[in-house]
């Protein structure tokens, strides 16, 4: 029942910057923690950063320092501001619920990250 919407993907030169969106709707958007999942190919789909209700943070270790997730829930909106883009970010990044859902089929498309070296 809950629809994401990823956008802000693109092609970007390593040590360049990215912002990604991601567009929520549903209900109690406000209460539930999010995060952005991204999968590399021929990789396990992987969490890169959460953010609980009440704005705690946590990111995977190789991101740290260089990510940032924030989220404005008067637009049931999340966002991940990347800096320092290192060719190993190549991905697609979704965005979703945290812990992720036991459902398969409740990803949307994400978003594509390319960093070339």
């Known amino acids: 029942q809950v629809q994401l919407v990823e956008s802000g993907g693109g092609l970007v030169q390593a040590g360049g910057s990215l912002t990604l969106s991601c567009a929520a709707s549903?209900?109690?958007?406000?209460?539930?923690?999010m995060a952005w999942y991204r999968q590399a190919p021929g990789k396990q789909r992987e969490l890169v950063a959460g953010?609980?209700?009440?704005?705690?943070?946590t990111y995977v270790d190789s991101v740290k320092g260089r990510f940032t997730i924030s989220r404005d829930n008067a637009k049931n909106t999340v966002y991940l501001k990347m800096n320092s883009l290192k060719p190993e970010d190549t991905g697609v990044y979704y965005c979703?619920?945290?812990?992720?859902?036991?459902?398969?089929?409740?990803w949307g498309q994400g978003t594509q990250v390319t960093v070339s070296s």
């Open positions: 953010i609980t209700s009440g704005g705690r943070t």
């Open positions: 549903g209900s109690m958007f406000s209460i539930k923690a």
């Open positions: 979703n619920i945290m812990p992720p859902p036991p459902w398969s089929g409740s």
